[in-house]
């Protein structure tokens, strides 16, 4: 007993700080956590942000609402289509726009395919977290046909900037429907190898069950939203909740899984890409007639007053809050990124686990770092 | 609950809650500073209104006040609203931290100090998040001048 | 027996694993029929952009180097970064004594474009448009600032603007 | 002692015996030291052609005939490379560690038995010796995490010491095994001993035990996916060589493939009959066992590749449990196995 006094006395383990990123592999992107550790054991994660912060709220007060909406893409660049679908939305519900029923369609189309691809880069950028680094390329095959997809319609591949206010900038190209078709049955062939390749996978599996628990009532007071949060049993779909375009046209189920871990997180991603296989499959024959772009005054000013919208990206709960005083610009503008509030769960998530778990937790929130620094 | 109804449930709370319905979605309820924990704490824990979920959290810059929105949800209800808090004081402006009844504000103040200039008390860690300590001034403010880095049209 | 069960599981599971992995493998190693990569500055012959791929800003030419912007700096007006800077002249219509605005220099900031398409838009004459170039390399940034007018071209004569 | 004697005969002409026997170490040190460098850049070709075709990728295929001469450019490169180091930085020790890491690789190359004519140096230990020469080496990693003086490093350097004693366990205890098959330490003889039927084959079950335990334990010593968490990419940016630059960094990563090479190599030896051709084709051409022992051992390392290239990696907690609770028991039943079927005859 005196023993073991000391030594408790004279051999102590010191808590100590590691900086993980800004330049970091694990961090996707220019972001920085201060780390602070005991041994591999993490006992604080604090993040430091904004090193690509762009200010783009504060362009926003400066710019038209026609001109807000390139800005958006520079968001979340991989749901680039969702948000500016949003501010598109909050206009045309402000001035009270009806559009047609093709380009809820369309709208709701190339949503979902940004969704998937968006999970496809996710899923690719989990493996290279967890060491499997093939995965990546593998779901690069299949997100290059979204993205031929999108260039061949939209005109780019990421930014599209594909939305204006009341439609959409180009028709559907003429080989949109065929392609899509293409691309599903591909898909569909695709997913379980996925499944065979990595979520099977024992060393993954074990790399991600029962790791960064964080339960029902911490993950809707940490605001954690998306994939992240219905990993947690948090039903949080705004396509659900408050269906826009042409999700009340649709039947597609919320994927809620209730395990809480990295694992779940995972998993629901996955079944969401399927979930967005089937609202594809609905609506690639039915695209209705009509027009792809109405008609709007050249100059849009919003009534005055408060105005939001949500959408849900492929990360989450986005939301524009616009504060209008009649003019042509917003008085002030705010972005709610949804991986901002992911990223205050991962604290929650990983007290307590390794630095590797700090990895799989920081991917399976999937962030991507100029939606937290806008 | 509808906008009517969750007026009358919160007004009940206390007489100095002021109501606004005009040019939102949502039941707007303005909160004087000092009542401002309280009526988080309630608007949280009541089981009609159960606020769980805290949307989001904007700093604004009316002129001569400074506010903060929040934009809450109850995910048992899926009802929505809005609680706006104001100072005058554009010096030091301060309002209590509620990164303890809804641990997602615990960024968004960050966020909001960084920007505005808005102290929150008892915060853990306030901090410029964004931006670098030492960097002057408060950038989302109308009355920020930056003569080099801003484009003005 | 658990124990044992997890081994064979386990490795059951790794299994299938390489197995996805090896058949792309050996197809690719004997056929490079799944090899997704191109090989680049080798196929910049065969190479073609999408018709509504958003390379670049252009502005049109017919073969008598006659464009149709008359100036009107509407694109300058949409342009949400400041990429677009005209430069113009007022001039006297010689057959109707008016004088009328000439382009001296469309100037476009490449290195500023985030090809959002609002000054293509707001366009009335429809004088610029998306070029399909994407090669914009460059070791010097001023090499991005671009004059769309070519040298010693004007105005379409008599153009009249579409109504839109 | 079957040695290189070709090299001893022609000396013997030009000088005394004692001469030429320091000339000789010299000249074939100075062989094998050049063989394997140029042995170890293409191996790094091979890895990187490799994980192309399983990453649906075409690898490096511009610099030269398939792209063979790739790594000399890369090499070349890293060779005119400025070399870095940390302020604080134990100066000493950090230019000395990756010395220890590739001296340690090129040593356990003596011993190989690349065919009945080609082998520098037999001695009746050879199989012991690998195990602990290489073994040494974890030194160089623990050196090179330490006297960084970066986090980072000091953690990589921290799970090598963790890691690398655990494996030593396994894979010795699978030498273990097969030498109680084999009865001999000494290569050459184990070697010989096989003309009858490969190891793999002539063990039974218990072989094939073995074997799986030895890749596992094998390529948790040469630190590569799935067990590569010293170095673990997404963790620790590049773990205990993350301050390494140049031809240092060179040294670590070139003893990286020539430690899997050592590695398939043994496992060539003591399950696949080194240099013996299957059914004894080409057992009578002299020198022919260089070819087949070559092919097996990259086969080897092809599937060492394969592990790379479609596994994720452990955590340190796993890697642990791994050893200690699934492979050392194990190794444990298959020893006893192994004997049994020893000492009753049933090997073929």
């Not at chain 2, 009802?79 to 615990?106: C, G, Q």
């Not at chain 4, 060492?304 to 444990?332: A, V």
């Amino acid at each position: 007993m005196e023993n073991k006094e000391f030594l408790a006395d004279r051999i102590r383990t010191m808590e100590y700080h590691l900086n993980m990123g800004p330049q970091h592999p694990a961090t996707h992107g220019v972001m920085r956590m201060i780390l602070t550790l005991d041994g591999e054991e993490i006992k604080d994660v604090e993040p430091v942000l904004g090193y690509i912060h762009r200010s783009i709220e504060k362009m926003c007060e400066r710019d038209t609402y026609k001109q807000i909406i390139h800005l958006t893409d520079r968001l979340d660049y991989l749901s680039a289509h969702m948000n500016g679908e949003a501010v598109a939305l909050l206009v045309e519900k402000a001035l009270g726009i009806e559009v047609s029923d093709r380009i809820r369609v369309i709208r709701t189309m190339i949503a979902e395919l940004t969704r998937i691809a968006s999970h496809l880069l996710w899923w690719g950028v989990m493996g290279m977290d967890t060491g499997a680094l093939t995965t990546f390329m593998y779901a690069f095959r299949d997100r290059e046909m979204i993205n031929d997809i999108f260039e061949e319609t939209c005109g780019a591949r990421l930014t599209m900037n594909y939305n204006v206010i009341g439609g959409v900038r180009y028709d559907l190209h003429e080989n949109f429907q065929k392609r899509v078709k293409e691309f599903i049955k591909h898909m569909k062939k695709k997913l379980p190898e996925f499944d065979r390749l990595l979520s099977d996978n024992v060393i993954f599996r074990k790399r991600t069950e029962g790791v960064g628990y964080i339960s029902k009532e911490d993950a809707i007071a940490h605001g954690l939203n998306g994939p992240t949060g219905r990993g947690s049993g948090f039903s949080c779909d705004i396509r659900k909740i408050h269906p826009y375009s042409a999700y009340d046209m649709v039947e597609f189920d919320e994927i809620l899984l209730n395990g809480g871990d990295s694992f779940s997180r995972y998993k629901v991603r996955i079944l969401e890409m399927w979930e967005s296989l089937r609202i594809l499959e609905q609506l690639v024959d039915k695209i209705p007639e009509g027009e792809y772009r109405m008609k709007t005054k050249a100059v849009i000013k919003l009534p005055v007053g408060e105005h939001l919208q949500r959408v849900e990206t492929a990360r989450g709960d986005f939301g524009v809050y616009v504060i209008s005083d009649g003019g042509k610009t917003p008085y002030r503008l705010k972005f709610r990124s949804p991986g901002f509030a992911n990223l205050h769960g991962l604290n929650a998530m990983t007290k307590g686990e390794k630095i590797a778990d700090l990895v799989v937790n920081f991917s399976t929130i999937d962030v991507v770092v100029p939606d937290i620094d806008r | 609950m509808t906008k009517s109804e969750l007026k009358e449930k919160i007004s009940s709370w206390s007489e100095e809650l002021n109501f606004v319905e005009e040019g939102s979605e949502f039941l707007v309820v303005e909160v004087p500073a000092h009542l401002l924990r309280e009526t988080a704490l309630k608007l949280r824990d009541d089981k009609d209104t159960a606020f769980d979920y805290m949307f989001s959290m904007t700093g604004v810059d009316y002129g001569e006040k400074l506010g903060v929105v929040y934009h809450l949800e109850s995910t048992t209800h899926h009802h929505m609203i809005e609680m706006k808090v104001y100072t005058d004081d554009r010096e030091n402006p301060a309002f209590d931290t509620l990164s303890d009844v809804w641990p997602a504000t615990y960024l968004n103040e960050c966020e909001v100090y960084d920007f505005f200039g808005i102290k929150f008390n008892n915060h853990k860690n306030l901090r410029r998040i964004f931006l670098e300590e030492e960097w002057k001034g408060w950038p989302l403010r109308k009355d920020y001048v930056d003569e080099v880095n801003m484009l003005i049209r | 027996m658990s124990y044992i069960g997890d081994v064979i599981q386990g490795t059951k599971t790794l299994l299938t694993g390489m197995n996805v992995t090896g058949k792309y493998f050996f197809k690719n190693l004997f056929t490079r029929k799944d090899v997704i990569t191109v090989e680049y500055p080798d196929n910049i012959d065969t190479l073609k952009m999408f018709d509504r791929f958003k390379g670049e800003v252009v502005m049109y030419h017919d073969e008598n180097n006659h464009h149709r912007c008359d100036a009107c700096t509407l694109c300058e007006l949409a342009c949400p970064n400041g990429s677009i800077e005209i430069i113009w002249d007022k001039e006297t219509d010689p057959e109707t004594g008016k004088s009328k605005k000439v382009l001296v220099n469309h100037i476009y900031h490449l290195e500023m474009c985030t090809m959002c398409g609002l000054c293509i838009e707001a366009c009335p004459s429809d004088a610029i448009m998306w070029g399909q170039d994407f090669h914009h390399t460059t070791t010097d940034r001023a090499n991005l600032t671009k004059s769309l007018n070519r040298p010693g071209s004007s105005v379409i004569p008599n153009y009249v603007k579409p109504k839109k | 002692m079957i040695t290189l004697t070709i090299i001893t005969d022609w000396l013997m002409k030009y000088m005394s015996a004692d001469a030429a026997f320091y000339t000789e170490l010299v000249i074939v040190a100075a062989i094998y030291l050049a063989v394997f460098a140029i042995f170890g850049l293409f191996l790094v070709w091979m890895e990187r052609r490799v994980a192309g075709f399983f990453q649906l990728r075409l690898g490096p295929n511009r610099v030269g005939p398939m792209g063979l001469l790739q790594t000399i450019a890369d090499a070349l490169k890293l060779v005119t490379k400025e070399l870095t180091g940390t302020k604080k930085a134990d100066s000493y020790l950090y230019r000395l560690a990756p010395y220890f890491v590739i001296v340690t690789a090129l040593m356990s190359m003596a011993v190989l038995p690349f065919s009945a004519e080609l082998q520098a140096f037999d001695i009746n230990i050879g199989l012991f010796f690998i195990a602990s020469v290489s073994s040494v080496g974890v030194i160089g990693i623990f050196l090179a995490g330490w006297a960084s003086n970066n986090k980072y490093s000091l953690i990589g350097g921290m799970r090598t010491g963790i890691q690398m004693i655990s494996y030593e366990l396994s894979v010795g205890m699978v030498i273990v095994t097969m030498a109680t098959l084999a009865g001999s330490l000494r290569m050459s003889e184990i070697v010989e001993l096989q003309k009858d039927g490969w190891f793999i084959f002539s063990g039974h079950i218990s072989a094939i035990i073995a074997f799986a335990l030895f890749m596992i334990a094998g390529t948790a010593e040469s630190n590569r996916t799935p067990f590569d968490l010293v170095e673990a990419e997404s963790e620790l940016g590049a773990g205990f060589h993350t301050e390494y630059s140049g031809m240092n960094f060179a040294y670590y990563f070139l003893a990286e493939f020539i430690n899997m090479f050592i590695i398939s190599a043994v496992a060539v030896v003591i399950f696949f009959g080194g240099w013996l051709s299957p059914f004894g084709i080409t057992d009578s051409i002299p020198y022919m066992g260089v070819f087949w022992f070559m092919l097996k051992t990259l086969f080897i390392i092809f599937l060492m590749m394969w592990f790379r290239w479609t596994f994720p990696r452990l955590r340190i907690d796993q890697l642990l449990t791994l050893e200690w609770k699934y492979l050392i028991p194990i190794n444990m039943v298959n020893i006893v196995l192994m004997a049994l079927l020893v000492w009753l005859g049933l090997t073929f």
